[in-house]
């Protein structure tokens, strides 16, 4: 009798002992799993960065540290001129695509009408399309319309394939929007115009603000359609570097490349803060 | 031409689709005057403050401001300021900037916008406040600020948009007595639009109950609690008994119903004709119960009553009874202080129920 | 003319539609309609369906099968890694949670060449990974890693992680874990809560996560040229050769309309699947 009733007051210990043990091996599970990820995503990163410094012509055999390659680096002229026009392009179609996403934001959240489906569809669709798809449909189009490829092609395919990602974060950032306020400033004599610049505009800015990063981040990264809608001579930073990544003929390609790590570090970060600053009022 | 009144609606309707939110409502709101639009939700008291605002056009029908016609004049143009419900502060200013918009918006000069935004949030008693955001601030000091940021225009009318539904139980009270001294002091018409029947007893002037796009009737809060036209007014304000019955006659200002073959007599009501089948409503508080031992049976208004049940909640004891196949409720005001438990009826005992005919209503079924 | 643009909301849309709306059509809507054009015409501007007959050539249907096969699998793999990291995310202290969200975010923002770049860096014969296991004496020959399907889903999974993880832990974060012990209340144990209380809840987020990994692996060309080489072939290289080496335009077009469908198809299973929600950026 006495063993019967051990056995049984001690079988619910049991279960949560077991159950507790089975909660930590699964978070076990879960941590190493975690750690496996954030290595494999990082280790890549981190090895390129540390053999940008690396001294031997090839391979990967540490040969002692030099910051040689970010000097020829800095000295190949073609590659600086690529990367101007990378910021060039960037800083144009951002500004048109910020410009033109946001209007369509307020026409799309804002107004009913007739076809809005099609618009909501094609604002989507450059989200969904193969890039690959979109800069060879650029390539016969401009070659079709007898457009000679160039700076201003380039500037067209951008804004394009920048406007709706715009448009989408803006558009998040108004379908949340209190439109309560707007009626309280046209309650306190703003009229329409004044009180999309006082109210509308300073409160969407956020929306505004990240989709211009996300808008120049795309535009500095793209390859693909660049690539097809170029002229000759006018090499963005990521066409530059695409045959010699393929080829692999030299560790400045490593310097170049951590150049543009740390680059799209920076714009994480600002973009952080800025949504720090923004999240304060 | 001056008007007698401040805001005028005449057969006003709104639709939304094919929805009457705002069905044919006319009043008249005198200048300074406290006037509550009472309703439940959806009644249409907001659409009415929006169309008087400016932000929904009326389908038909007629808005003066002081007689004017207010048209289709924008809301940014009408001399009416709004205190939203959500507050609607901008959350980019400060408490000082919010207050000031106004302001900025009408041209005023530097130096004046300076002076009355000081005087405004002294009024609503936040003058420290003023380098603030609004969201480092409570519900209640938000709530203040909305109420500097309109009261700063001088509007003709101070419009409020269930104010004080975001605050808890005890400030409520307060900002309830501040509202009603504030509006005294100023001498602006305050229109107030609210669900609480309380709020709008405390503080109102005069109120408008509304109900699914109607407007029911207009009177004091006296009126409207002691003379309700209506059985939806006479139910949403207070708490009230309905007895079902049969007019029987009809004499003066009284009528007697038939009530489950007892007599009943009470005022007599809006469009009662004799014959037709009417309401008897009386409120719980104006009945009294005694020991049938010292009723008069043959009095007026005085019927056998058994006890259901007593609950007793401190400043009076609700007792349920049944009278005639019906439920009512008495309460019974706790005048006399006495810890002997059996001084007091007790459920499943007899007792007499009288009420003096002025303190019951006949009304139209 | 403001009174008019007050009292014409036509006019107003007209305003703010337009711009980006004429933008996207020439340089996204009509490029796109050209390729289904070009697709049915010769080099002579004839009528021809060769290049849909060359599409069903067993060794392009193989490319197209292949390139799904592996988005799928790469999609499915990606999933099963970011279900328990998010997992472990959401369930950090706060301050922790948005640091290991900072470091989701980078590779997010990061170069896509240049990250791709640093994985094949890693992986190659005479690449860091081959040295050190060599230095250790596990193998004597360098492993060869690139240039197989496996290595373009390695490729795969390495860029497109962040794009998983992001939206799961989204999902995750706003999860109500009360839920979960509301299930055990009831009587269900840890699998049941899980596959009937969590999964469903943020089944919009594995959704979301799901298309924004599949639609860039299907249309890839970076990763493709990259970590397969010559040998692994997807749908992408093959499209991007019509226009750059072969000159075939009418089959590189039908490629694309094709690589089109496929991705509206699977783009259409998840809008009906999510009711319609929008992918979260």
Redesign the interface.
């Known amino acids: 009798m006495a063993q019967l009733v051990s056995a049984s007051s001690s079988a619910p210990a049991n279960v949560a002992g077991e159950s507790r043990a089975r909660v930590s091996a699964g978070r076990l599970?879960?941590?190493t799993?975690?750690a496996a990820?954030?290595a494999?995503?990082?280790?890549?990163?981190f090895?390129?960065i540390i053999?940008s410094f690396n001294q031997a012509k090839?391979?990967?055999?540490w040969t002692g540290f030099t910051t040689e390659w970010y000097a020829k680096m800095f000295a190949n002229e073609d590659l600086i001129e690529a990367a101007l026009n990378s910021l060039l392009v960037g800083t144009i179609s951002t500004l048109v695509a910020v410009?033109?996403?946001t209007?369509?934001a307020?026409?799309m959240e804002r107004?009913s009408?007739k076809g809005k489906a099609f618009?909501d569809g094609?604002?989507?669709?450059?989200?969904?399309?193969?890039?690959?798809?979109?800069g060879?449909?650029?390539?016969?189009?401009f070659a079709?319309i007898g457009l000679e490829r160039g700076f201003p092609t380039l500037l067209?395919?951008h804004?394009?394939?920048t406007?709706?990602?715009v448009?989408?974060?803006v558009r998040?950032r108004l379908a949340d929007f209190?439109r309560?306020?707007e009626?309280?400033?046209?309650?306190?004599?703003?009229?329409?115009?004044?009180?999309f610049w006082?109210?509308t505009l300073?409160?969407l800015m956020p929306g505004v603000v990240s989709g211009a990063l996300?808008a120049f981040?795309l535009s500095?990264?793209d390859?693909?359609i660049s690539n097809?809608v170029k002229g000759v001579g006018w090499n963005t930073l990521?066409v530059y570097?695409?045959p010699q990544?393929?080829r692999?003929v030299s560790p400045e390609?490593?310097a170049a490349?951590t150049m543009?790590?740390l680059?799209?570090?920076f714009?994480?970060v600002l973009?952080?803060v800025l949504q720090r600053r923004q999240s304060?009022? | 031409m001056k008007s007698d009144f401040a805001i005028e609606l005449v057969d006003v309707v709104k639709r939304f689709g094919t929805v009457a939110a705002v069905d044919h409502v006319s009043m008249q709101i005198r200048p300074r005057e406290f006037f509550a639009l009472l309703g439940p939700s959806g009644c249409g008291k907001t659409t009415c403050l929006r169309m008087i605002?400016?932000?929904e056009q009326p389908s038909s029908g007629q808005l003066l401001l002081q007689g004017k016609p207010l048209g289709d004049i924008?809301?940014?143009?009408r001399n009416?300021?709004?205190v939203?419900?959500?507050y609607?502060?901008?959350?980019?200013m400060t408490v000082a900037q919010n207050v000031a918009?106004?302001l900025e918006?009408?041209g005023v000069g530097r130096d004046e916008i300076r002076r009355r935004v000081a005087d405004a949030l002294d009024l609503v008693r936040l003058p420290q406040m003023a380098d603030r955001?609004p969201?480092q601030m409570s519900g209640g000091q938000q709530q203040r600020v909305a109420l500097a940021?309109?009261l700063v225009?001088k509007p003709e009318v101070l419009l409020l948009d269930e104010p004080l539904g975001a605050l808890d139980y005890k400030l409520r009270k307060e900002m309830q007595i501040e509202l009603k001294q504030m509006q005294q002091q100023l001498g602006i018409t305050f229109i107030f639009v609210t669900h609480d029947q309380e709020e709008a007893l405390t503080m109102s002037d005069r109120i408008c109950v509304m109900s699914t796009g109607h407007a029911l009737q207009v009177g004091t809060p006296l009126e409207i609690y002691e003379r309700p036209n209506c059985k939806f007014v006479a139910d949403f304000i207070g708490e009230t008994n309905f007895l079902p019955g049969v007019v029987t006659e009809i004499s003066g200002e009284y009528a007697t119903v038939n009530v489950a073959d007892m007599s009943l007599v009470g005022r007599l009501g809006e469009g009662v004709t004799l014959g037709a089948s009417a309401w008897l409503s009386v409120r719980p508080e104006k009945m009294q119960l005694v020991d049938e031992a010292r009723a008069n049976p043959s009095a007026l208004n005085t019927n056998s009553v058994t006890i259901d049940s007593v609950a007793y909640v401190g400043s009076d004891t609700r007792v349920v009874v049944h009278l005639g196949g019906q439920r009512l409720d008495v309460w019974d005001e706790n005048n006399i202080s006495t810890l002997d438990p059996n001084f007091y009826f007790r459920a499943g005992e007899r007792a007499s129920l009288s009420f003096p005919a002025d303190n019951a209503l006949v009304l139209v079924k | 003319m403001?009174t008019l643009l007050?009292k014409s909301?036509a006019l107003?849309?007209l305003?703010?539609?337009f711009?980006?709306?004429f933008?996207?059509?020439v340089?996204?809507?009509?490029?796109?309609l050209?390729?289904v054009v070009?697709s049915f015409l010769d080099n002579e501007r004839l009528f021809t369906l060769e290049g849909y007959q060359r599409v069903f050539d067993p060794l392009y249907i193989g490319i197209f099968l292949q390139s799904i096969w592996i988005s799928l699998l790469t999609t499915i793999i990606s999933l099963l890694?970011s279900f328990?990291?998010a997992?472990?995310?959401a369930?950090l202290p706060k301050g922790w949670r948005d640091i290991a969200l900072?470091?989701?975010?980078?590779?997010?923002?990061?170069?896509?060449?240049?990250?791709t770049?640093?994985?094949q860096?890693?992986m190659?014969n005479?690449?860091?990974i081959?040295?050190l296991l060599q230095w250790i004496g596990l193998i004597d020959e360098p492993l060869s890693m690139l240039n197989t399907p496996a290595a373009v889903m390695v490729g795969l999974i390495?860029g497109n992680?962040?794009f998983m993880?992001l939206p799961v832990y989204t999902s995750l974060e706003k999860f109500d874990w009360t839920l979960l012990e509301a299930a055990q209340d009831l009587g269900a144990s840890a699998w049941p809560a899980f596959f009937r209380v969590m999964l469903p809840l943020t089944a919009p987020g594995l959704l979301s996560g799901s298309i924004l990994t599949f639609?860039?692996a299907?249309?890839?060309?970076?990763t493709a040229?990259?970590m397969g080489g010559g040998k692994a072939t997807m749908i992408?290289r093959v499209?991007?050769g019509q226009?750059e080496q072969a000159q075939n335009?009418t089959f590189?077009?039908a490629m694309?309309l094709i690589?089109?469908v496929i991705?509206?198809i699977f783009?259409l299973i998840y809008f009906r699947l999510g009711r319609g929600e929008?992918?979260a950026?």
């Open positions: 599970v879960l941590t799993i975690t990820t954030f494999f995503l990082y280790v890549p990163i090895v390129l053999f090839s391979g990967a055999t410009v033109l996403g209007l369509l307020l026409a107004y009408f618009w094609l604002l989507y669709m450059p989200v969904i399309i193969p890039e690959i798809v979109a060879v449909s650029l390539l016969l189009f079709f067209a395919a804004v394009a394939f406007t709706p990602f448009y989408l974060t998040a209190d309560s306020v009626e309280a400033a046209m309650d306190l004599g703003a009229d329409e115009w004044h009180t006082r109210i300073p409160l996300l981040t500095m990264d390859f693909i097809f990521p570097v695409w990544l393929k692999a390609i490593n490349s543009l790590l680059f799209s570090i714009i994480v973009s952080l304060r009022i | 605002a400016g932000f924008p809301a940014f143009k009416v300021n709004t939203f419900q959500s609607a502060l901008f959350p980019h918009f106004g918006m009408k955001y969201k940021r309109a225009n | 403001a007050r909301r107003q849309l305003g703010l539609m711009p980006g709306g933008w996207m059509v340089f996204f809507l009509l490029p796109l050209f390729i070009l890694i328990p990291v997992l472990f995310m369930r900072f470091a989701v975010m980078i590779p997010f923002w990061t170069n896509f060449l240049v990250r770049y640093a994985l860096f890693l190659r005479q690449g860091p081959n040295l390495y992680l962040p993880i639609v860039p299907i249309g890839s060309y970076v040229e990259l992408g499209i991007a226009f335009w590189g077009s694309s690589l089109m991705v509206t783009a929008r992918v950026l």
